[in-house]
Nanobody
């Protein structure tokens, strides 16, 4: 499985962006996919995850109510709709996938497929 993240950019605080993660190769119903982010000098942190089989979604508290994760199984693509963006959301955003995840999928080391990252910059 190869992942290609896109959709990052520069936006003012309060604005919106939608990230996409296109997967090549077959994504089975047992897969889970997630978004992580990493700001300069900080550790990679969990943003959101989704189980490919259904509607199970999980969010970090810092983005709950502002971000929405979704997937289009027909096109093997995952999305992250980001609204009400804040300067502290500035980071490189990575998409990830794993087969057979148990739990919320909030630990980056559980994932074995990663996209290349897309920069999100929120100006104040």
């Amino acid at each position: 499985v190869q992942l290609q993240a896109s959709g990052g950019g520069l936006v003012q605080a309060g604005g919106s962006l939608r990230l996409s993660c296109a997967a090549s190769g077959r994504i089975f119903s047992s897969y889970a996919m997630g978004w992580f982010r990493q700001a300069p000098g900080k550790e990679r942190e969990f943003v959101a995850s989704i189980k490919w089989s259904g509607s199970d979604t999980y969010y970090a508290d810092s983005v709950k109510g502002r971000f929405t994760i979704s997937r289009d199984s027909a096109n093997n693509t995952m999305y992250l709709q980001m609204n009400s963006l804040k300067p502290e959301d500035t980071a490189v955003y990575y998409c990830a996938a794993v087969n057979g995840l148990i739990g919320r999928g909030s630990n980056w080391y559980n994932y074995n497929y990663w996209g290349q990252g897309t920069q999100v910059t929120v100006s104040s």
